[in-house]
C-alpha cells in the first residue's frame, strides 16, 4: 500500500509541477514574440490550467503526508522540511506573481489591436513579474525534486 501512495503522491506532484510551471513559462514565450492573437489565445489558456494545479497540489500534499503516515517518516525531517519550504514558496509565487500576471497580459491582450501591442500591452510584456515567476517557480520545483530524490540531512 504504501508504494502505490507514494507512487500516487509522485504522480500528483508531476500534474501539479506541470500545471503550475508550464503555463506561466509558455505564456512568457508568447509575450515575447509579440503575436498578439497569439497571447489572446494562450493567456486564458494558461490561466485556466493553471487552475488545475492548486486541487493538484492539495492532492499531492495529502498523499505525502499519509505516505509519511504508512512509511513512518517524520514528517519533520530536515528534506521534508526544505520542501515544505519551496512548495509554500511555489504556491505563493502563482497566486502573487504568475496569475496576476497572466491575467493583466490577456486582458490587455483582448483589448489590444491584432496588428501590434498597444500601450498598455507593451507594458503587461514588459512587466518582469512573469519573468521573475517563472525563473522562481523553476528553482521551486527544483528544489522539491532534489530533496525528494536526494533527501538530504535523513
Do not use: C, Q
Request: glycine share 8%; hydrophobic share 60%; proline share 6%.
Amino acid at each position: 500500500m504504501y508504494e502505490i501512495i507514494r507512487y500516487l503522491h509522485a504522480l500528483a506532484m508531476i500534474g501539479a509541477v506541470s500545471a503550475a510551471i508550464v503555463p506561466p513559462a509558455l505564456l512568457l514565450a508568447v509575450t515575447r514574440r509579440g503575436d498578439v492573437g497569439a497571447m489572446r489565445g494562450f493567456a486564458s489558456l494558461a490561466v485556466s490550467l493553471r487552475s488545475l494545479a492548486a486541487p493538484l497540489i492539495v492532492l499531492a500534499a495529502l498523499l505525502g503526508f499519509v505516505a509519511a503516515i504508512i512509511g513512518r517518516v517524520d514528517p519533520l525531517r530536515p528534506w521534508l522540511i526544505a520542501a515544505y519550504a519551496a512548495f509554500a514558496i511555489a504556491l505563493l509565487t502563482g497566486a502573487l506573481l504568475s496569475d496576476p500576471w497572466a491575467r493583466r497580459v490577456g486582458d490587455a491582450a483582448g483589448a489590444s489591436p491584432a496588428n501590434a501591442p498597444s500601450r498598455e500591452l507593451r507594458s503587461a510584456i514588459d512587466d518582469r513579474r512573469g519573468a521573475l515567476a517563472t525563473a522562481i517557480l523553476a528553482i521551486s520545483v527544483a528544489i522539491i525534486i532534489f530533496m525528494g530524490v536526494k533527501r538530504p540531512g535523513g
